[in-house]
């Protein structure tokens, strides 16, 4: 009898952690991990400081987590700083976008029944509300958890830009995805792709690139230790572009690939010209590795 319980402990584990990904477009580069990813649960998004050399994780749970980060030619090196619940004043919060401007402030975004955009100190204490701009703060959403997924600072249009992870004011269309600027006077369209429950989990600017996206895509098929997840991940091009739903901002996939459930990445950091960090989201579960993709799109 317990020997097989173990071999189905064994299986699971397989199940989990297996599935190993080549990348057609991708140079895939090296991580390594000092306890960065073992001390992170329910991973959403990153914000590096080039700087500082640090990288600050938001966690969806409502924590915040700092690791230092050492480049190389072709080798990142994580090593696990600290962690802390985000101080702030309201009853509960759902932290899913999380990034950092030129001056090294840090912004962070929320979804569920209090969602909007804040800004954030590098010790993980709220310490304002930007409030939202009427085209998102009026529209209606899918449902809470649907909300501001994804942020990113955009020198080149403005400031901060903000996605909500599907498409706002009852659209179906999954492939009428939007990018909002958060004083609400722009607005760029782009297809995302027509998986099921494909939705946005993470936007970045690509500085090199005139302040063009990078948009990283999740759909989801199966259910429990069968669960697939489909991840994309595309150039989008904002740049003097004048877009309506019908009428999307041009757009490239860079990479597509389908893994477990290890393979549920969520966030997303420019690293440096052309050089960017991923991570996925374990939902908590103590069997799921957190892992981080170091990646060079050769675009």
């Given at each position: 009898?317990?020997t097989t319980v173990?071999?189905?402990?064994?299986?699971?584990?397989?199940?989990?952690?297996t599935g190993?990904?080549?990348?057609e477009?991708?140079?895939?580069?090296?991580?390594?991990?000092?306890?960065?990813g073992e001390?992170i649960s329910?991973?959403?998004?990153?914000a590096?400081?080039?700087?500082?050399e640090?990288l600050?994780?938001a966690g969806?749970?409502?924590n915040f987590?700092?690791?230092?980060?050492k480049?190389n030619?072709?080798?990142i090196?994580?090593?696990?700083i600290?962690?802390k619940?985000i101080?702030?004043?309201?009853a509960?919060?759902d932290?899913?976008?999380?990034?950092?401007?030129?001056?090294?402030n840090?912004?962070?975004?929320?979804e569920?029944n209090?969602?909007?955009?804040?800004?954030i100190?590098?010790?993980g204490?709220?310490?304002?509300d930007?409030?939202?701009?009427?085209?998102?703060?009026?529209?209606?959403?899918?449902?809470?958890?649907?909300k501001f997924?994804?942020i990113?600072y955009?020198?080149?249009h403005g400031?901060i830009?903000l996605?909500?992870e599907?498409?706002?004011?009852g659209e179906?269309?999954?492939?009428?995805?939007?990018?909002y600027?958060l004083?609400g006077?722009?607005v760029?369209?782009f297809k995302?792709?027509s998986?099921?429950?494909n939705?946005?989990t993470?936007?970045?600017t690509?500085?090199?690139d005139?302040g063009?996206?990078?948009?990283?895509?999740?759909?989801?098929?199966?259910?429990g230790?069968?669960?697939?997840?489909?991840i994309?991940?595309?150039?989008?091009?904002?740049?003097?572009?004048?877009?309506t739903p019908?009428?999307?901002?041009d757009s490239?996939?860079?990479?597509?690939?389908k893994?477990g459930?290890?393979?549920?990445f969520?966030g997303?950091?420019?690293?440096?010209?052309g050089?960017?960090l991923?991570?996925?989201d374990n939902?908590?579960?103590?069997?799921i590795?957190t892992?981080?993709?170091?990646?060079?799109?050769?675009?």
């Amino acid at each position: 009898m317990k020997t097989t319980v173990k071999l189905f402990i064994l299986l699971v584990q397989i199940s989990l952690f297996t599935g190993c990904t080549e990348y057609e477009t991708f140079d895939s580069l090296n991580v390594v991990d000092n306890g960065c990813g073992e001390k992170i649960s329910g991973g959403s998004d990153l914000a590096y400081d080039k700087d500082k050399e640090i990288l600050y994780i938001a966690g969806d749970r409502g924590n915040f987590y700092t690791c230092s980060a050492k480049v190389n030619e072709d080798t990142i090196t994580l090593t696990y700083i600290s962690s802390k619940e985000i101080g702030h004043n309201l009853a509960s919060i759902d932290s899913e976008g999380l990034d950092i401007d030129e001056e090294g402030n840090l912004f962070l975004s929320t979804e569920g029944n209090i969602a909007s955009v804040y800004s954030i100190s590098n010790l993980g204490n709220i310490t304002g509300d930007y409030g939202l701009p009427s085209v998102l703060d009026q529209a209606t959403y899918e449902n809470a958890n649907s909300k501001f997924e994804a942020i990113t600072y955009n020198k080149e249009h403005g400031g901060i830009l903000l996605a909500a992870e599907l498409p706002i004011n009852g659209e179906k269309d999954v492939s009428k995805q939007a990018v909002y600027n958060l004083d609400g006077d722009k607005v760029w369209h782009f297809k995302a792709e027509s998986h099921p429950n494909n939705s946005i989990t993470a936007i970045e600017t690509m500085d090199e690139d005139n302040g063009n996206l990078l948009v990283l895509e999740r759909a989801v098929e199966g259910s429990g230790t069968d669960t697939r997840f489909y991840i994309t991940i595309k150039k989008v091009a904002i740049n003097e572009c004048s877009s309506t739903p019908n009428t999307p901002c041009d757009s490239e996939i860079l990479e597509s690939f389908k893994g477990g459930l290890n393979h549920n990445f969520e966030g997303l950091t420019r690293i440096d010209n052309g050089r960017y960090l991923m991570v996925n989201d374990n939902q908590g579960e103590s069997l799921i590795k957190t892992n981080f993709i170091f990646f060079d799109t050769k675009k």
